[in-house]
């Protein structure tokens, strides 16, 4: 079965902690993306990754780092630089920058 | 298990077709649904429905919630080549958690 998985569904933090979301694709996608959402918000793209070792930042970067490695993962790592972490946390990838994107199921994070 | 579906997952109208699109879900505690359109690009944020009945519009897009049978639809009138997109579907519950939808792809045809 191909797609997206992302674990785990719930994670839990102190705050001042850094923490990091597995994101991971079997669908041979070049492109991957994260998106943070939030009760009454629309998604907003923290990162992008169009090609293995290359990713930009993306509305709200502030606070957090990826790496991508290797084409099927990208994990992102949410710094305690990032003033409100709590949220939930989604990932996509798409088989080109730009192109129908394929979601995850989500990672809540609640740092306390 | 919490879970969104959307219907159909794909579907081809032609310029000036009227469509409507399906979202049922399951969830504990729902506390809002939400519709986005996906083109070439993040998914963009049309609507946020918490309430049942009240259509929320937009242009020639307007969409429903049912709480008590589980479902929101979304009504594209008069659809247009560029409404052509993936529309996803996601629903807010207990504890700010979300799923999304598997998305309606949408090819309007000129």
């Known amino acids: 079965d191909g797609g997206i998985t992302q674990s785990p569904k719930y994670l839990f933090r102190k705050e001042g902690q850094n923490v990091t979301l597995s994101c991971e694709q079997n669908?041979?996608?070049?492109?991957m993306y994260w998106y943070r959402q939030d009760p009454g918000q629309g998604l907003r793209l923290i990162y992008y990754?169009?090609?293995?070792?290359?990713?930009q930042k993306g509305d709200i970067a502030e606070g957090y780092s990826v790496s991508r490695e290797k084409k099927e993962s990208f994990p992102l790592t949410v710094t305690s630089a990032q003033k409100n972490p709590t949220a939930f946390y989604l990932c996509?990838?798409?088989?080109?920058?730009?192109?129908?994107?394929?979601f995850g199921p989500g990672t809540r994070l609640t740092v306390t | 298990e919490d879970k969104v579906v959307q219907s159909p997952l794909s579907l081809v109208v032609h310029e000036g077709d009227t469509v409507t699109l399906n979202c049922s879900y399951e969830?504990?505690?729902?506390?809002?649904l939400l519709w986005y359109k996906q083109e070439k690009k993040a998914p963009t944020f049309l609507f946020m429905l918490?309430?049942?009945?009240i259509e929320k519009k937009s242009g020639r897009l307007s969409s429903i919630l049912d709480k008590k049978e589980l479902f929101s639809i979304l009504n594209i009138t008069a659809t247009q080549t560029g409404d052509s997109a993936i529309y996803l579907c996601?629903?807010?519950?207990?504890?700010?958690?979300?799923?999304f939808g598997p998305g309606t792809r949408l090819s309007v045809l000129p």
């Open positions: 996509a990838s798409s088989e080109v920058a730009n192109y129908e994107q394929y």
């Open positions: 669908l041979n996608h070049d492109a």
């Open positions: 990754s169009q090609i293995v070792n290359d990713f």
């Open positions: 969830v504990t505690n729902f506390r809002s």
């Open positions: 918490t309430s049942s009945g």
């Open positions: 996601a629903v807010e519950y207990y504890g700010q958690n979300f799923v």
